[in-house]
């Protein structure tokens, strides 16, 4: 089964920009939509950007719309999320996610293998 390994969070001031990266280990993306979801303490766990397998579809959530990307490099089996114009309600932990089919869902219930998590600070 695949396993989602997420890497490039940190500390950053608002305005300021971060990509994050998740990488597949155990097998690859291929089939695979990917989501990017965020949880910040006492909240629950939202989503943020999907993408299918195919890369062509590609949707987000309304709060980040405009300031985010998502992206996949098939041949280097990694998902990119990048964050531009960062705020501080944007601070939570960012975690990745697979689904066994190639269409992207917003749910998190719809995503079968997640991984541990990188955490996103915006400082005011």
């Known amino acids: 089964q695949v396993q989602p390994v997420e890497s490039g969070g940190g500390l950053v001031q608002t305005g300021g920009s971060l990509r994050l990266s998740c990488a597949a280990s155990?097998?690859?993306?291929?089939?695979?939509?990917v989501g990017w979801f965020r949880q910040a303490p006492e909240k629950e766990r939202e989503f943020v950007a999907a993408i299918s397998a195919s890369g062509r579809i590609k949707s987000y959530a309304d709060s980040v719309k405009g300031r985010f990307t998502i992206s996949r490099d098939n041949a280097k089996n990694t998902v990119y999320l990048e964050m531009n114009s960062l705020k501080p309600e944007d601070t939570a932990g960012y975690y990745c996610?697979?689904?066994?089919?190639?269409?992207?869902?917003?749910?998190?219930?719809?995503?079968?293998?997640w991984g541990q998590g990188t955490q996103v600070t915006v400082s005011s």
């Open positions: 996610a697979a689904r066994g089919d190639a269409a992207a869902r917003s749910r998190p219930n719809d995503y079968d293998y």
């Open positions: 155990g097998r690859t993306f291929s089939g695979y939509a």
